[in-house]
């Protein structure tokens, strides 16, 4: 995740706010939808139903029911159907728990593990370094992460998508950036690598970290290494950086050695921070035209397009809608579902519509960014009750988002971008354990 969160839901600072502990994730998603620009106008409604649940907006808030309500309130303050939600789970708790719940596959492409054992000291990190982190840690905290960016760690990645959420699988990704992390990187793939070692069977890794502004040889060296000893699946890169150039495209001739020895190795899927021009970083660099020409010179290469782009997406989704030919481009949905769906249920259902409509059901990925989001089950229970509303489905042929659609983000489409056996997994993998 990569913007100022707080700014998002200006009205959502923990000291101000005694009583919200985000204990539950009913009570992390619902504070979104209340903290979010819809917040004054829905909390009149949900507290209709606390009262008829006899219990004060908190503590109703902490239940299913609260989440439900929240959505319901969404719907009839927007007079449209973003949330598929009756009123009885509204008002009741085994409704509510019961229609909350899904036997889809779940895999989650875009998680991480932020913290890094050596910490962030004035002495391994520069000013501007310390601000990310900072960032980071402000956003967990908000987020319900008691110690923020250190609960980040391989625990708290196996609690927060394993434990605590219906995910079955997640890629995992690094931040890198070493100039401002004393040489080294934010998130040094070696430890990074744990939570693949710690769940082998769930997790899959993804090399980062590296610019072509770091030098070819050392590069290549560096991806080298990933493949051969780390066995990682794939890559995600920010074409931002922090060298003194700032960024990089993938389309320039310097970067297409990697993309030569991905192929040359069998690395079948690249994917890159696109969208969600955050922070220091430059915002041109997160446009994802770059992603047109490797597109068709690596057509064995699946690109993908972290966060799809957003708010850029209309530019990501036209490279495949006027291009039909064009079968390697993949979107991924974090961060950019989680901050839209409680704070502007029109613009998520703009992006889910675009995306799907050009780039195809096939094609979009299910990702949270967590636990930068806190526990990923919120936002899983949200998409699967969200909607297109018929208005916008009408107007713009976007297509509605059936359980068949739904199953396919959610996990049928990561399985086939890794070749991962569904079915098999099913026996192999116990829910809710890490
Ligand atoms: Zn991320």
């Not at 004035?122 to 992460?145: A, H, I, P």
């Not at 710690?198 to 990933?226: A, K």
Request: with cysteine; charged share 30%.
């Amino acid at each position: 995740m990569e913007f100022d969160f707080r700014k998002h839901f200006r009205n959502m600072k923990l000291e101000e706010n005694p009583g919200f502990e985000f204990r539950t994730h009913h009570e992390q998603g619902a504070a979104f939808f209340t903290f979010g620009s819809l917040g004054e106008r829905i909390k009149g409604i949900i507290d209709e139903y606390a009262n008829k649940r006899r219990l004060d907006r908190r503590s109703f808030l902490k239940t299913a029911s609260g989440f439900a309500a929240a959505m319901l309130a969404v719907n009839k303050v927007s007079g449209m159907k973003f949330f598929e939600v009756s009123e009885a789970e509204a008002i009741d708790e085994a409704a509510a728990m019961e229609y909350s719940t899904g036997n889809e596959f779940i895999i989650d492409m875009h998680t991480h593990v932020g913290w890094r054992k050596a910490g962030f000291t004035k002495e391994n990190t520069t000013e501007r370094g310390m601000w990310f982190v900072k960032l980071l840690d402000d956003l967990g905290k908000s987020m319900g992460l008691p110690n923020g960016l250190r609960d980040m760690d391989v625990d708290g990645f196996g609690r927060y998508l394993y434990k605590e959420s219906d995910t079955a699988m997640a890629i995992v990704n690094m931040f890198g950036f070493r100039e401002d992390y004393g040489g080294m990187d934010m998130n040094p793939i070696e430890e990074v690598a744990e939570a693949r070692n710690r769940w082998p069977n769930r997790t899959i890794l993804l090399g980062g970290g590296l610019t072509i502004n770091q030098g070819m040889s050392e590069t290549l060296e560096r991806l080298d290494h990933f493949i051969k000893d780390l066995k990682i699946s794939g890559l995600k890169l920010y074409t931002f950086d922090s060298t003194p150039k700032k960024g990089w495209w993938f389309d320039d001739d310097r970067a297409y050695p990697l993309w030569e020895k991905c192929q040359k190795e069998g690395i079948k899927v690249i994917g890159c921070h696109k969208g969600i021009p955050f922070g220091q970083f430059m915002a041109r660099y997160s446009h994802a035209e770059d992603l047109d020409r490797v597109a068709d010179d690596f057509l064995d290469i699946n690109w993908v397009a972290f966060h799809s782009g957003w708010p850029y997406h209309h530019e990501l989704a036209a490279l495949k809608a006027f291009k039909p030919q064009r079968n390697n481009l993949w979107c991924e949905l974090g961060s950019t579902f989680a901050a839209t769906v409680t704070n502007r249920p029109v613009e998520c259902a703009h992006i889910l519509g675009t995306l799907i409509r050009d780039l195809g059901a096939d094609r979009v990925l299910w990702g949270t960014d967590s636990p930068l989001w806190g526990k990923a089950q919120w936002q899983i229970e949200a998409f699967r009750k969200f909607q297109i509303p018929d208005q916008l489905a009408e107007g713009y042929g976007y297509p509605k988002l059936t359980d068949e659609i739904k199953r396919k983000i959610l996990g049928e489409n990561h399985a086939k971008l890794f070749g991962i056996n569904i079915e098999e997994k099913r026996k192999e993998i116990k829910l809710r354990e890490a």
